[in-house]
């Protein structure tokens, strides 16, 4: 019998033992790797396609997003609306996500269904033909989109910074214009289509109750289409961040509100230094405890909410701050993010704060990895970045581990105000 006069012991996160559920794996006749996480209590699929298809390797822009959006919306055999009921008749749902490097097509279906719906996605890599009309509708919806988007200051400083970190022709750094829609012509896409898609190269997420015949199902479906065929084409595009470190932009004269975007240049997950940046970050400003949090929204008052995040592409990334504060205490916003700044690199970080950082990113893992659809993201993240098992576990050891020495160490080699960039748009 327990002792009830006796509190239970507390267990913090971080001495929980966390363990990444290995995806099986295997590859199509035509070389397509399919990973895949067979587990779960319902009886639900979620497949994604990824394919090397995103604005990386656009020659206009728009092409590769327009693409990936159309790309459901016609057939040689189904129209747009045929399709929508085809799907719609089987509870299932068909979505598609444009990315830097990467375009997505993804199915969610019951796990009974999937034999009938496996060939209509089929159908959408080899036989979509962009009709004419609907790319019509795209642009008109995506232009009325922009217009009411260019009206708001958070809107315009997320798309300014990426351009003053990356430059205006840098994948990361470019955005859409009114012209832009405007040029877009079905030859491109189809184009675009055979050469991205047709005769792309794709690599395959699955998790959940899948059916036993799952491999050979996947194979006689996608494994005689024209696939992963060809050398993957080599692009490169030079960064050329801005001169100009301090921006103010006004967007709205009779505004109230702004928009402050701090950031700088950092390094991609194969940096040996990035676990240890995660953990900082956490501290600085990535979650609601966070000392940007407690101070310019707690003590202040400046703002709702502020965080600081890692922003990861494949090929760079940057450290960003982000807030939308009342106009007229933008400025002093700025200032105290770089008063949290000297904050990291000069004083000490109190052990109890410091554990409440770990647990809850330990604790945040433990949800991130509940259920085969997470466990499958967190692969398909790894997979995509060119890493395994072992950057997650290194992760996880350094969240346990890392010293407030060491965090203080990573804080004066960053975060030093003369590396960001600083922009309000008001």
């Known amino acids: 019998m327990p002792d009830r006069s006796k509190a239970p012991h507390i267990k913090d996160a971080i001495e929980y033992a966390i363990e990444l559920k290995k995806p099986e794996i295997f590859s199509l006749d035509n070389g397509v790797k399919v990973y895949n996480v067979n587990a779960g209590t319902e009886e639900v699929v979620q497949i994604e396609w990824i394919f090397k298809a995103g604005n990386w390797y656009e020659k206009s ?33 068909v979505n598609r996500s444009c990315y830097n490097e990467t375009a997505v097509v993804t199915l969610h279906c019951l796990s009974r269904q999937l034999e009938s719906l496996l060939p209509l996605v089929q159908e959408l890599f080899m036989e979509a033909i962009f009709p004419e009309e609907e790319l019509h509708i795209f642009r008109q919806n995506m232009k009325q989109k922009l217009e009411v988007n260019l009206k708001k200051c958070d809107f315009v400083a997320g798309r300014k910074i990426d351009e003053i970190l990356f430059g205006a022709k840098h994948p990361y750094g470019v955005y859409s214009k009114m012209s832009d829609y405007d040029a877009l012509d079905v030859a491109d896409l189809r184009k675009y289509y055979a050469t991205y898609y ?33 050398p993957i084409e080599t ?57 940007l949090m407690n101070n310019i929204r707690e003590d202040k008052g400046y703002t709702y909410g502020i965080y600081s995040f890692l922003v990861n592409h494949i090929h760079g990334g940057a450290w960003m701050i982000s807030t939308e504060a009342g106009r007229d205490v933008c400025g002093a916003t700025v200032q105290e993010v770089y008063n949290e700044m000297q904050a990291l690199r000069e004083g ?63 804080a004066n080699k960053y975060l030093r105000p003369e590396e960001f960039y600083e922009l309000v748009v008001v």
């Open 61 to 93: 822009n728009n092409i590769a997003s327009a693409t990936n959006f159309l790309i459901k919306n016609g057939t040689a055999k189904k129209s747009a609306y045929a399709i929508n009921e085809y799907v719609d008749f089987y509870g299932a749902y």
């Open 198 to 230: 047709q005769q792309g190269h794709c690599t395959i997420f699955s998790a959940g109750i899948l059916p036993s015949n799952y491999p050979a199902l996947m194979n006689g479906f996608f494994g005689s289409l024209p696939l992963n065929q060809l």
């Open 348 to 410: 000490d970080i109190d052990p109890e704060e410091l554990l409440l950082v770990k647990n809850y990113l330990i604790g945040t893992l433990l949800g991130d990895l509940d259920g085969p659809f997470h466990i499958i993201a967190r692969w398909k993240n790894l997979v995509l970045n060119g890493l395994d098992e072992q950057f997650f576990y290194h992760s996880v050891d350094t969240i346990k581990t890392i010293s407030a020495e060491e965090l203080k160490a990573m």
């Open 235 to 291: 692009v490169e595009h030079p960064v050329v961040p801005a001169e100009q470190k301090k921006w103010s932009i006004i967007n709205d004269p009779e505004g109230v509100q702004g928009a402050v975007r701090i950031a700088r240049p950092f390094p991609t997950r194969h940096h040996p230094d990035f676990p240890k940046v995660q953990v900082l970050n956490t501290l600085f400003g990535g979650f609601f405890g966070s000392r």
